[in-house]
């Protein structure tokens, strides 16, 4: 697969992340923007970034090529939502409705707070966005030790974003956040804090994408559980981050504040900048592969 598409230079990687274990209390701010409530929302099949947005009175999300886009229309669609009944109906002709597989998005963040806690190993799955379909839904990544997971991912340098690694290379994937359990530590002496660790903002800034944890040093798997997020350019990272923005569902579907957690990561990822390269050669993972092709 590599070899057809051998005019791309592919970077395998990986990150590092490491659960803090330490005492440092961080603030609790919220610094994402807030989702829009009306108007037709359009990514690039290209980056899955936010192009722009109009002025429909329904909040509909929708996938189209930039070329086309810029081709229908010309301004700076980011501050000035598009008006021009014309233009809109173009748009929409041109594209087509992003969804959510949210059963099993949520079938896999239960899955890995059991798994986490099963096993003592933070396990990891993807938030992906299908550049070919319109789908945003999860996948699972290897699990790593009680205090670190690693999200593997190529870089594409052309567009630079990330394709998630789920056996091999995911083209038609981007990624747009990464979930990792917070076990108990094995080390009787080290006990796991119910926050993002500092690796965690570092691992959201490299990759511009929210990275999300959910508690697994305590109560019996199948419970519900909390989540915490932290966005990328925090305003003062590691420190900027979010605690308890939502809960598992269990095993009796009882979460009572669950949350759509793909399009959040994508509108998230959406409004964020492209990879940050210095970063990600900064924080590579020593320990493994790390694979070029030409
Ligand atoms: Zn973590």
């Known amino acids: 697969m590599l070899r057809q598409h051998s005019w791309y230079a592919w970077v395998k990687t990986t990150l590092l992340l490491i659960t803090f274990s330490g005492c440092v209390t961080p603030s609790s701010s919220r610094i994402d923007p807030p989702e829009p409530h009306h108007g037709a929302q359009y990514y690039s099949s290209l980056t899955a970034k936010l192009l722009g947005s109009d002025t429909s009175k329904t ?6 090529d930039p070329v086309i886009f810029k081709g229908i229309v010309q301004e700076n669609t980011l501050t000035h939502p598009i008006a021009d009944p014309a233009k809109i109906q173009r748009l929409k002709a041109n594209s087509v409705g992003i969804t959510v597989d949210d059963q099993t998005i949520q079938i896999d ?3 890995v707070r059991d798994r986490s806690i099963a096993d003592s190993v933070e396990y990891q799955i993807y ?4 550049t070919t379909t319109g789908l945003i839904s999860s996948a699972h990544g290897e699990p790593g030790t009680d205090s670190t997971t ?5 870089y594409q340098s052309t567009t630079r974003v990330a394709h998630p690694f789920v056996d091999s290379v995911r083209l038609n994937w981007i990624l747009i956040g990464q979930v990792h359990g917070h076990p108990a530590r094995k080390d009787p002496g080290q006990t796991t804090a119910h926050h993002m660790s500092p690796a965690d903002s570092i691992t959201a800034h490299c990759l511009q994408i929210p990275v999300y944890a959910i508690d697994a040093m305590d109560k019996q798997s199948g419970s519900s559980e909390k989540m915490h997020r932290i966005v990328p350019n925090a305003a003062s990272p590691p420190a900027d981050d979010t ?3 939502g809960s598992t569902r269990g095993k009796n579907f009882v979460a009572k504040d669950s949350i759509d957690i793909g399009r959040q990561a994508l509108w998230i990822w959406g409004k964020s900048r492209l990879l940050d390269t210095a970063c990600l050669n900064k924080n590579r993972h020593k320990g493994r592969d790390v694979w ?3």
């Open 59 to 64: 909040l509909d999300y929708r996938l189209i």
């Open 109 to 111: 963040l239960q899955w």
């Open 127 to 130: 938030l992906y966005f299908d």
């Open 150 to 154: 690693s999200p593997e991912y190529y």
């Open 243 to 245: 605690t308890h923005i």
């Open 292 to 294: 070029f092709t030409h």
